[in-house]
């Protein structure tokens, strides 16, 4: 097994098959540089599951919190109920429900000299789950193609895919390390935007070659033909 950040990940998130597992375990135990990323890992997952940690709330809040889930929910009807009855934009929610919530894992990389602070910070921070945050300090890290990828993706994880769209495709283009990773999410964002016919050329490309998101893309391809009037 060659080292591989992503199979770190996969493996402390327990979404290996267990082959995979026994693999990555004996690689950990040879191969002290994937050790040393790995227990950082487990640090930082540490912190996420402290900081989600649900505090006691006053019952008032809750109540406030019960009437803000109501409207989210009434407001979230009313927007499918609005989408529907758009000319030839009734399959953009259904297309919408398609794209992938997860975000791009992430091990802290190591940065070049000259991207100074605003890069690992806005990096970790991303880790953190505290997109908007990153996003302010990943655009301060210019002519980087690290901050403009994770730039890309903390826009669409905001839920802004126009935007994220616009860099994702970018740097899909311009960036071989992050070529595939970039044609995804550029993918993912498409969908929820409800390009159809795009995001399809997107995720017939990313199926037809060798890459780590070939099988996800050829399972999407099958459900957006599934939902085809």
Not at 4 to 20: A, K, M, T, V, W
Not at 39 to 56: F, G, H, N, T, Y
Not at 163 to 182: C, F, G, H, N, T
Request: proline share 5%; net charge negative.
């Amino acid at each position: 097994m060659k080292c591989d950040e992503i199979r770190l990940y996969e493996y402390l998130d327990g979404s290996l098959n267990p082959d995979q597992a026994r693999e990555t375990s004996a690689h950990l135990e040879n191969c002290a540089a994937c050790r040393e990323r790995f227990r950082i890992m487990e640090i930082l997952d540490r912190r996420e599951e402290q900081a989600v940690q649900p505090k006691p709330q006053p019952a008032s809040f809750r109540g406030e919190k019960w009437m803000l889930l109501a409207a989210t929910l009434l407001l979230t009807a009313l927007l499918s109920l609005f989408y529907s009855l758009l000319p030839g934009s009734s399959d953009a929610p259904a297309l919408a429900s398609l794209a992938t919530r997860r975000p791009y894992p992430l091990v802290l990389l190591e940065t070049r000299e000259g991207d100074g602070e605003m890069l690992p910070r806005g990096l970790q921070l991303y880790r953190e789950g505290r997109y908007r945050e990153a996003l302010s300090e990943l655009e301060k890290a210019e002519n980087s193609q690290d901050a403009l990828f994770f730039s890309g993706v903390s826009l669409y994880l905001l839920d802004e895919p126009a935007r994220a769209a616009q860099i994702l495709k970018r740097v899909a283009e311009v960036s071989e390390k992050w070529a595939d990773p970039a044609d995804w999410y550029y993918s993912q964002a498409l969908l929820r935007m409800g390009r159809r016919e795009e995001a399809i050329r997107v995720l017939r490309r990313l199926s037809a070659s060798d890459n780590r998101y070939q099988v996800e893309a050829r399972a999407q391809l099958g459900k957006i033909m599934e939902n085809e009037p």
